[in-house]
């Protein structure tokens, strides 16, 4: 009788944590992504929005609106999007900052954190058009690193016709960026060669620049998670501080081999919605220092 009991007892206790698993498992699906508004008003405390609703905390005036999109293991508080944040909103002109928070899947294992950013994406395309951002997408640059950087492709390809992708290094995913997922889509490779190597170091947007030969960057020591976050520290960099100005390569073996010198340069990264031009081939590199701002 007492053995009765306690298993009893025990299928009750354990009926009770399958439940509380569940809603445990429905609060994370309504909180897949989160989002957080900076302005020159609001530089340190983030305003959090209505995921659901309209938000009249978002001030459009014809502003560009930034989105910063972390990658696998990142959240919203990652050092990417403290440093980005901080020089959009040091620009002569005022923008307003939105950054995504989709840790809730981000902090899965890589293969199953990709197999989610279809489900991530879907979401931030509601919130663009719940917000209203669908009757302004020349306002739109969204900025991805990592699988952030497909993330941002999936929220071009299924949502309004955005102006600009920025890639900060994209990584290996089923769900490969395109050149048409934007009015004007750029992506910087950082660490694209190798086979512990984080990056695809291949072509995927209207300009694909490859800053030092895309991989190996001065003053990362054989270290390849220093080669891949150079992507979005020279992004940071670039927004007020350093225009990288970039040449214009033949092919992928020019690049290579540093021999790209013909032409007008080109600026890597920068502020700005409208598509950069001067380079037929796509290809493009510049060669930097060792240490911020490059």
């Not at 014809?62 to 980005?84: D, I, Q, W, Y």
């Not at 981000?106 to 669908?134: E, K, P």
């Not at 995913?173 to 910087?188: C, G, N, P, W």
Request: charged share 15%.
């Amino acid at each position: 009788m007492f053995k009765i009991i306690n298993f009893v007892l025990f299928a009750a206790i354990l009926a009770v944590c399958n439940c509380d698993d569940e809603l445990s498992r429905m609060q994370r699906l309504v909180n897949i992504n989160r989002y957080f508004l900076y302005t020159r008003a609001n530089v340190h405390v983030p305003i959090e929005l209505n995921r659901l609703s309209p938000d009249n905390n978002i001030q459009f005036n014809n502003r560009t609106t930034v989105f910063l999109v972390h990658g696998h293991e990142g959240t919203a508080t990652t050092t990417l999007n403290s440093l980005v944040k901080n020089e959009l909103l040091e620009l002569p002109e005022e923008v307003n900052v939105i950054v995504v928070d989709w840790s809730q899947y981000a902090s899965l294992s890589y293969s199953n954190a990709d197999r989610h950013l279809l489900t991530v994406a879907s979401h931030l395309v509601d919130f663009l058009i719940i917000q209203g951002f669908n009757n302004k997408p020349e306002t739109i640059h969204l900025v991805g690193f990592n699988l952030g950087a497909h993330i941002v492709g999936l929220t071009g390809r299924l949502g309004p016709n955005i102006a600009r992708i920025t890639a900060l290094d994209p990584s290996k995913s089923s769900y490969r960026l395109q050149k048409t997922d934007a009015m004007y889509v750029e992506v910087i490779h950082t660490d694209g060669s190798g086979i512990l190597s984080n990056g695809l170091g291949i072509q995927l947007g209207d300009l694909d620049f490859f800053p030092n030969g895309g991989n190996s960057q001065p003053g990362c020591i054989a270290s390849n998670s220093c080669d891949h976050n150079r992507a979005w520290q020279f992004f940071a960099a670039s927004l007020r501080l350093n225009q990288f100005p970039s040449h214009c390569c033949t092919s992928m073996t020019q690049m290579k081999y540093n021999n790209c010198r013909g032409g007008a340069t080109i600026p890597m990264g920068g502020h700005g919605v409208l598509p950069k031009s001067g380079c037929d081939s796509g290809i493009l590199r510049v060669n930097t220092g060792r240490s911020y701002p490059y």
